[in-house]
């Protein structure tokens, strides 16, 4: 049996609770948070705490809060030498307080308060300054049922910017193609079966196997008609320009 406590009621805290909650053998000591409004779902097992000198002694302390307060708060608990990771993907190991022993137990998934996922699908990247450590937080994501990767600060800062190409950048051109449907009273649905088998693909092959379009083509003809299409959006025209050129500078062929 591992004890946590969580520390922040955003998307990433909500749902470890409710991963922990769910494993027999995770003990969720408490959850600190400021504001009870800012939870979504029943609490009434589980131990809330809004005072940092309340925390009471776990195993593991997790950090799931803004990127920007970690630094600051991994100063203000009120102990030294307990384990206290952040999840985040882009903030350094040595930002945490060096009174602590540091980690980090970054779930790699795009996190919303009231979806539902699989923590069975969800890679947990670790990285510690000692084994001991380490081998504990690979303890804790087996007993979520999530498996992990040992990495370093340099390959997780990697991965959360790959993720940001995947995931934020993507859902922007979801977003654009949801205005573009509805400008001309085409329903968005008809477009989620080629989300889904894109994504679909590239478990299969590599992106740039699985690349198809105008641009990979070099079908100057479709391109141009979209261009000319867009003249009512510039922005979106110069987005559009710039990923197929880009898509035509990966396989080698002559930009706009």
Request: proline share 4%; aromatic share 8%.
């Amino acid at each position: 049996m591992i004890s946590v406590i969580v520390i922040g009621a955003g998307n990433v805290g909500s749902h470890l609770v409710k991963a922990f909650e769910s494993s027999e053998k995770i003990n969720l000591i408490q959850w600190y948070i400021r504001d009870k409004k800012s939870i979504v779902g029943p609490t009434k097992e589980i131990e809330l705490c809004n005072n940092l000198n309340n925390l009471k002694l776990a195993d593991i302390y997790i950090i799931a809060i803004n990127d920007k307060a970690i630094e600051e708060l991994s100063k203000q608990l009120p102990f030294e030498n307990r384990l206290v990771v952040h999840t985040s993907g882009s903030v350094a190991l040595k930002k945490l307080d060096m009174k602590h022993k540091r980690g980090v137990f970054y779930p790699l998934q795009t996190f919303s308060k009231n979806s539902d996922l699989k923590f069975s699908e969800i890679p947990f990247c670790i990285e510690t300054m000692d084994k001991e450590d380490s081998d504990q937080l690979k303890t804790l994501a087996t007993y979520m049922g999530s498996p992990s990767y040992m990495i370093n600060t340099e390959q997780r800062q990697a991965l959360h910017l790959s993720a940001v190409f995947i995931n934020n950048f993507s859902n922007q051109l979801y977003r654009i193609a949801h205005e573009l449907t509805d400008y001309k009273s085409v329903n968005f649905d008809v477009l989620k079966p080629l989300i889904l088998e894109t994504a679909r693909k590239v478990q299969l092959m590599s992106p740039y196997n699985a690349q198809t379009g105008p641009a990979k083509r070099n079908d100057y003809v479709t391109i141009n008609h979209h261009l000319r299409n867009l003249e009512s959006h510039p922005e979106y025209q110069s987005l559009y320009k710039q990923l197929t050129n880009s898509i035509k500078t990966t396989h080698g062929l002559k930009k706009l």
